[in-house]
């Protein structure tokens, strides 16, 4: 079983600091990383994807891959309340599991006002 | 419309019952996921599509079967339902050249008393 690990949290970061989420995977095959954002009862949706080593910025998440690590984090600027929910790691698997995603179990984050 | 779409939202159901989830989508992918979501377990994989007539097992098949009626079709069936399969069920599709990220349908919560 390939595995994705997360800190289940709870992270709570103070409204207008940066929450980073981080996440480890143990397949070195895998060739595409996601993070989904997960409100509770709701259906995770996709915030950020990265395939290649660095940092990618969108807005104010910032996803940042090191494969040799096996390692790859989210960071979420000016954080806001309405970013409260759980977070979602989730890497592909091989083409022998139809690169189906294999996801960690969510970082729970809390933005105080 | 939304894009994946799953019927029932909620379900309540009896022990030994045979229920089916029904997942249908208008995005025009070919790959189809049945994901399972529990308390502190994460999604787990359940069975996955690539078309209608290649069908797989992920890591927690029993129990469970599918049918992939049509490219934007894709059910999940509880041959005889049981208390540990009460869960939050999630339907997925994905597309190749977008990295194999999901979109997800809205969910089906599934009760068996």
């Known amino acids: 079983q390939k595995e994705v690990e997360q800190n289940s949290g709870p992270l709570s970061v103070p409204e207008g600091a940066i929450a980073s989420l981080n996440c480890t995977y143990s397949d070195r095959g895998s060739q595409s990383f996601f993070w989904y954002r997960q409100y509770s009862g709701k259906s995770p949706e996709l915030i950020m994807s990265i395939y290649s080593n660095g940092d990618k910025e969108d807005g104010r998440f910032t996803a940042q891959l090191n494969k040799a690590s096996q390692y790859v984090s989210l960071l979420i600027r000016d954080s806001q309340p309405s970013d409260s929910a759980t977070y979602l790691c989730a890497v592909t698997g091989h083409s022998n599991s139809g690169y189906a995603l294999n996801f960690g179990k969510g970082t729970s984050l809390l933005v105080t006002p | 419309d939304a894009d994946v779409t799953q019927t029932p939202r909620n379900r309540i159901t009896k022990t030994g019952k045979r229920i089916m989830l029904e997942c249908s989508q208008t995005?025009?992918?070919?790959?189809m996921y049945w994901y399972r979501q529990d308390p502190g377990l994460g999604l787990r994989l359940i069975y996955y599509s690539f078309d209608v007539k290649d069908i797989n097992k992920g890591e927690i098949s029993d129990g469970y079967s599918v049918s992939r009626q049509a490219q934007a079709k894709f059910s999940l069936s509880l041959e005889s339902a049981i208390p540990n399969q009460t869960a939050l069920y999630f339907c997925a599709t994905s597309d190749p050249g977008q990295g194999y990220g999901y979109t997800f349908g809205s969910g089906t919560r599934l009760t068996v008393v």
């Open positions: 995005k025009g992918h070919d790959r």
